[in-house]
């Protein structure tokens, strides 16, 4: 066991010869042990909830991001949904999977950016086109990036007067559904916000319209007892850190990060590097979990970073250090294709499910001190 390791231990009142003897304790180092992956298709559920049962339970996962987006039965808005949804039962039955082992379900709708993806509208705008931020973009039949228009993913106008009533009787039908305390809003990687060609944001401070998108969104949650979780790199200055305009803002919406509840929980992803800004989260006095992706070196570090912020930190500042949840970006059933394919890759190769093998390796490594 390493010193840090040991340190750690003491400070939380375990000792290693306790944690040998008996389960590993999920909740002894991080009390948030996430994965977060788009909620299965009809069709993928089975082989879904036996992952729930082999894989993730075993591992001690005590969190599930689901990003259902579309993919549910809406009955207030059955004009939203997918082609193909998930129904009430199957919900239910991914809930009652979870509930067996004491894993929190947290759903996700893409609020505010992410109304579309390559060439292709998302439901919303698609449904609904009068939200849109920027109507005059039109999708390419070949998209390609850089491209001319700016466009990455379309969003949705913040300031139009009908796009919240959509938007909530969405959020409340799938927190509902999912008997969910908590709702993941997305909000990455926005790119359209305060437009000059919107005729309602256009010359409005992009940190505000943010803030007050947050804000709104958590305040209508707050109101039902729920909590609001988003991705953080919209709150990151992308010039002053050099990270750029993927994993932070390059157009000033990170000083929203000063306008917005600091009960909202924040996911810091960061997928190549283990970049040190779950410090800054906490220091703005936000609760922060680390979220990792397809690189299992990566990871590691981003674990014992997150030992160390924990071991090294105020009693104030401690807790606000979550934990880590893992990524997925590929389709559900790629996913559990390449985890359970006959050559499974090894712990080291750049994988989701390579990631997510050493990720939870490393820390259940850390809980029983082998």
């Known amino acids: 066991m390493s010193k840090i390791t040991a340190f750690f231990l003491l400070i939380l009142g375990f000792s290693a010869t306790t944690l040998k003897s008996q389960p590993a304790n999920p909740d002894s180092h991080f009390p948030v042990r996430g994965f977060c992956i788009a909620a299965p298709a009809p069709e993928e559920l089975d082989d879904f909830i036996k992952f729930i049962h082999q894989e993730l339970a075993p591992r001690f996962i005590n969190t599930l991001i ?22 009430p039962d199957e919900v239910k039955k991914l809930v009652r999977a979870c509930q067996k082992h004491n894993i929190r379900i947290i759903p996700q709708i893409n609020l505010l950016g992410h109304q579309s993806w390559a060439g292709k509208v998302n439901n919303l705008l698609k449904v609904y086109p009068e939200f849109d931020e920027t109507p005059y973009v039109k999708m390419p039949v070949d998209y390609q990036w850089p491209n001319a228009d700016g466009l990455y993913c379309k969003s949705y106008c913040p300031l139009h007067p009908g796009v919240h009533k959509v938007v909530f009787d969405l959020v409340d039908e799938i927190c509902t559904a999912f008997e969910a305390d908590a709702f993941h809003a997305g909000m990455d990687e926005v790119f359209y916000l305060g437009h000059d060609s919107c005729s309602r944001c256009s010359g409005h401070d992009k940190a505000e319209l943010f803030a007050g998108e947050v804000t709104l969104i958590h305040n209508h949650l707050a109101d039902k007892g729920r909590e609001l979780w988003i991705w953080g790199d919209r709150l990151i200055d992308g010039k002053t850190t050099g990270m750029g305009m993927w994993e932070a803002s390059m157009n000033n919406s990170y000083r929203a990060i000063d306008l917005i509840p600091k009960d909202v929980m924040i996911c810091d992803w960061h997928y190549e590097r283990a970049d040190q800004t779950p410090v800054y989260f906490a220091l703005k006095g936000f609760r922060v979990v680390t979220c990792p992706w397809r690189m299992p070196e990566v990871a590691v570090k981003q674990v014992d970073d997150m030992v160390r912020f924990r071991l090294q930190s105020t009693p104030e500042m401690r807790d606000r250090f979550a934990g880590l949840v893992q990524t997925v970006w590929s ?40």
């Open 66 to 87: 689901l990003r259902v987006d579309f993919n549910y039965q809406f009955a207030s808005h059955p004009e939203l949904r997918d082609e193909v949804a998930l129904s």
């Open 331 to 370: 389709p559900t059933g790629q996913f559990l294709e390449e985890f359970y394919k006959t050559d499974a890759p090894d712990q080291d190769k750049d994988t989701p499910s390579g990631c997510f093998r050493a990720l939870f390796g490393h820390i259940n490594s850390l809980e029983t001190g082998k």
